[in-house]
Nanobody
Framework: QLQLVESGGGLVQPGGSLRLSCTAL????????IGWFRQAPGKEREAVSC??????KYADSVKGRFTISRDNAKNTVYLQMNTLKPEDTAVYYC??????????????????WGQGTQVTVSS
């Protein structure tokens, strides 16, 4: 059974950094694209980033600040978040079940989701 486990969230001051991890159990992530989404209170879930075997994608709001990467040996995808802002506060989710990032910002292309990890950016 496929399971995604996120970790790395927490409380950080504006301008700080966090690294989120998404580890897959039951599937080899090497063959899939993995997306990161976030959802703030009262707002819709939005795509943040995606990584496939051939490409990476970023939302305009995080370009230049966030970096997505993968370690196939650990079956884990990372989201390095730098220069964090209060508006980055949200629950962050990873998702999988597509081979391409072509439609990464459409949450409906992903069948499997992690439980989410809270990121709070506040002074």
């Amino acid at each position: 059974q496929l399971q995604l486990v996120e970790s790395g969230g927490g409380l950080v001051q504006p301008g700080g950094s966090l690294r989120l991890s998404c580890t897959a159990l039951g599937v080899n992530l090497d063959y899939y694209a993995i997306g990161w989404f976030r959802q703030a209170p009262g707002k819709e879930r939005e795509a943040v980033s995606c990584i496939s075997r051939s490409s990476t994608k970023y939302a305009d709001s995080v370009k230049g600040r966030f970096t997505i990467s993968r370690d196939n040996a650990k079956n884990t995808v990372y989201l390095q978040m730098n220069t964090l802002k209060p508006e980055d506060t949200a629950v962050y989710y990873c998702a999988v079940d597509t081979a391409s990032c072509a439609y990464y910002n459409n949450s409906r292309v992903y069948a499997y989701w992690g439980q989410g990890t809270q990121v709070t950016v506040s002074s």
